[in-house]
């Protein structure tokens, strides 16, 4: 097959691993995310008079994956979108020397970069990732929120277009992209750097005779599984700490925007009202939430890959015999 094929062969097994490990993730952490925009929204709630407000209510269950529908788009389409546009970036750095990192592979499914590389790629397909999705981003924040009693997406839409007009649609993309940029940059540097390290510490412990830098060939599918999880969440405790306040203040501005008009506003409007602990509100949720859904989406991911191109390689061999 020409190197066209694969290539997009290739993009569209990123896009399909992204699409599956975001939707898997979405649907099963939808009622931490719930729980951290309802204790954004204000300084009167709090997590554990959220959880007996929506538990004490009629169909808990439900209201506990409300707004499950939004979200599922937005992390599916959005993971898929960054995890694609995220390999081409790398393999387009891998390239450059600068960028590239330089010796050893590890558990990494994606071409291996240096800190800059890492930090880079990560923060552009984040943030190209966000505001393609912004949109549904707005409509999950809306539905998520006690604020309002939209019936359906479609109401919500209409809703949003009829009060707001189209820009309402992208209400909060300057936080979103102050936070999710630094965020994904400084999770994908971390992340790497912790497979770099684990890799190398757990083939030396199978192989002492191994040198410094594991290679994922030495590696079993079930510890590099591992590693990728306990990298995974390791990096989203850091990157989330850092962003928190950012998060806050996108929520406030996409549920209250004539309130909140922008991202200096809103921040001048919470700490002078509510305090400087307003822009860490849902930080514990959301570092739990960020930790085991970014863990489980970046494991899945990489997992599928790794089977996609090992069963690629394959095809690639039959076909030459």
């Not at 594991?214 to 999880?229: E, K, V």
Request: hydrophobic share 40%; glycine share 8%; aromatic share 10%.
């Amino acid at each position: 097959m020409s190197d066209g094929g694969k290539s997009r062969s290739s993009s569209s097994f990123h896009f399909f691993a992204g699409l599956s490990s975001g939707v898997l993730s979405a649907v099963l952490l939808q009622p931490a995310d719930l729980l951290k925009t309802r204790v954004q929204q204000s300084r009167q709630s709090t997590l554990l008079s959220t959880i007996r407000s929506i538990a004490s209510g009629p169909n808990p269950v439900r209201q506990f994956w409300r707004g499950t529908l939004p979200s599922t788009l937005r992390t599916g389409c959005g993971s898929a979108i960054y995890f694609s546009g995220l390999n081409a970036l790398r393999r387009r750095a891998a390239r450059n020397e600068v960028l590239a990192l330089a010796g050893g592979d590890h558990s990494s499914s994606l071409p291996k970069l240096g800190t800059m590389g890492n930090l880079t790629t990560g923060a552009v397909a984040r943030t190209w990732a966000g505001f393609l999705m912004m949109p549904i981003t707005v409509l999950k924040v809306r539905y998520e929120s006690s604020l309002y009693n939209y019936s359906s997406l479609f109401s919500a839409s209409r809703d949003i277009l009829h009060t707001e007009g189209f820009k309402g649609f992208f209400a909060g993309f300057g936080a979103t992209a102050v936070r999710d940029a630094p965020y994904a940059g400084l999770y994908v540097a971390f992340y790497e750097f912790s497979k770099r390290r684990l890799s190398a510490l757990a083939t030396r412990i199978e192989d002492p005779a191994a040198p410094v830098y594991a290679s994922s060939s030495r590696l079993s599918s079930s510890t590099s599984a591992g590693i990728n999880f306990v990298s995974g969440v390791a990096a989203a405790g850091l990157g989330t700490t850092f962003t928190n306040p950012f998060d806050a203040i996108k929520t406030r501005i996409q549920l209250m925007p004539h309130r909140y008009g922008n991202m200096v506003q809103a921040a001048k409007m919470m700490v002078a009202e509510e305090g400087v602990q307003s822009l860490f509100n849902g930080l514990g949720i959301r570092i739990a939430r960020k930790a085991i859904s970014s863990a489980l989406a970046w494991t899945v991911y990489e997992e599928l890959i790794r089977r996609a191109e090992r069963e690629w390689k394959e095809v690639v061999v039959e076909d030459k015999v």
